[in-house]
């Protein structure tokens, strides 16, 4: 049985040629570009179709994107879709995304709250973690009401809880373990 095909490998790859030719940032543009143009469910159809031949789609590629990016990267989506893989697209940009921000010392994370956040919040957010890390913090932010009030913060392997929801789970707890 073959292997499913890993976008993580295509990325170090992809990663590997942007660090030699010194266009990290024009690598992230060019595959911003071709993740967008899979969205298209349309284009992604085409793309997977076993019975167009594999000619065809290479035109139509080099037609909808040739002069929007690189020929590197047209080679890249060529080569995908030759394979029938054109839809990993965007976790291949997902994780370029996260080698560059490891390469310039970025650290991503994540905040969730009950409620959206001020402005003034997410950055005491942003200040907190990159004190806990060291390193510059890209947050993302969402929204889980279950958390009744309070938030959620996730970097690397780090976890703070400082949610209502857990904060009433463990008075459950302590009040159990009492009877």
């Given at each position: 049985?073959?292997?499913p095909?890993s976008?993580?490998?295509y990325?170090q790859?992809?990663?590997?040629l942007?660090?030699?030719?010194d266009e990290?940032e024009?690598?992230l543009?060019d595959?911003?570009?071709?993740a967008?143009?899979?969205?298209?469910?349309?284009?992604?159809d085409?793309m997977?179709q076993?019975r167009?031949p594999t000619a065809?789609?290479l035109?139509v590629?080099?037609?909808s994107?040739?002069?929007?990016?690189?020929?590197l990267?047209?080679?890249l989506i060529?080569?995908?879709?030759?394979?029938?893989?054109?839809h990993?697209?965007?976790e291949?940009?997902d994780r370029?995304?996260?080698?560059?921000?490891r390469h310039?010392?970025i650290?991503?994370a994540?905040?969730v709250?009950a409620v959206?956040?001020?402005d003034?919040?997410?950055?005491?957010?942003?200040?907190l973690l990159?004190?806990?890390?060291?390193?510059e913090v890209?947050?993302?932010?969402?929204l889980?009401p279950?958390?009744?009030?309070g938030?959620?913060?996730r970097i690397?392997?780090?976890?703070?809880?400082?949610?209502t929801?857990?904060?009433?789970?463990a008075?459950r707890?302590?009040?159990?373990e009492?009877r």
């Amino acid at each position: 049985m073959p292997r499913p095909a890993s976008a993580r490998r295509y990325a170090q790859a992809v990663f590997q040629l942007a660090v030699e030719y010194d266009e990290l940032e024009k690598w992230l543009d060019d595959l911003t570009i071709l993740a967008d143009s899979v969205t298209s469910s349309q284009f992604l159809d085409f793309m997977s179709q076993p019975r167009v031949p594999t000619a065809t789609k290479l035109e139509v590629i080099r037609e909808s994107l040739g002069d929007s990016v690189s020929r590197l990267a047209l080679n890249l989506i060529s080569l995908l879709a030759t394979r029938n893989l054109a839809h990993i697209l965007p976790e291949i940009a997902d994780r370029y995304q996260e080698l560059l921000d490891r390469h310039q010392g970025i650290e991503r994370a994540e905040i969730v709250s009950a409620v959206p956040l001020t402005d003034a919040q997410h950055q005491q957010a942003v200040d907190l973690l990159e004190g806990m890390s060291g390193h510059e913090v890209r947050l993302s932010a969402g929204l889980e009401p279950a958390l009744i009030g309070g938030m959620i913060m996730r970097i690397g392997d780090r976890v703070v809880d400082g949610s209502t929801r857990s904060k009433l789970q463990a008075m459950r707890r302590e009040l159990a373990e009492r009877r």
